[in-house]
């Protein structure tokens, strides 16, 4: 119960990070976004806390 309960606080945290991506990172090349919505959805809260820790602020 624990672990689906974390695993979708994840996974909500990932579709914030996503609609992050694609709406407040005009410049940043469409490949790139979709390559970090990948990494995001498919190593679920690893990829969330690189992108909201280190990603975020180093893409444009």
Do not use: E, H
């Not at 309960?5 to 992050?20: K, N, P, R, S, T």
């Not at 990948?38 to 679920?44: E, K, P, R, W």
């Not at 690893?46 to 820790?53: K, N, P, R, T």
């Amino acid at each position: 119960m624990i672990a689906w309960l974390i695993g979708v606080v994840f996974f909500c945290w990932g579709v914030y990070c996503a609609y992050d991506l694609f709406t407040k990172k005009p410049a940043t090349d469409l490949v790139i976004k979709i390559l970090v919505t990948l990494l995001i959805f498919c190593t679920n809260f690893v990829g969330v806390l690189i992108y909201y820790y280190y990603l975020r602020n180093k893409l444009n």
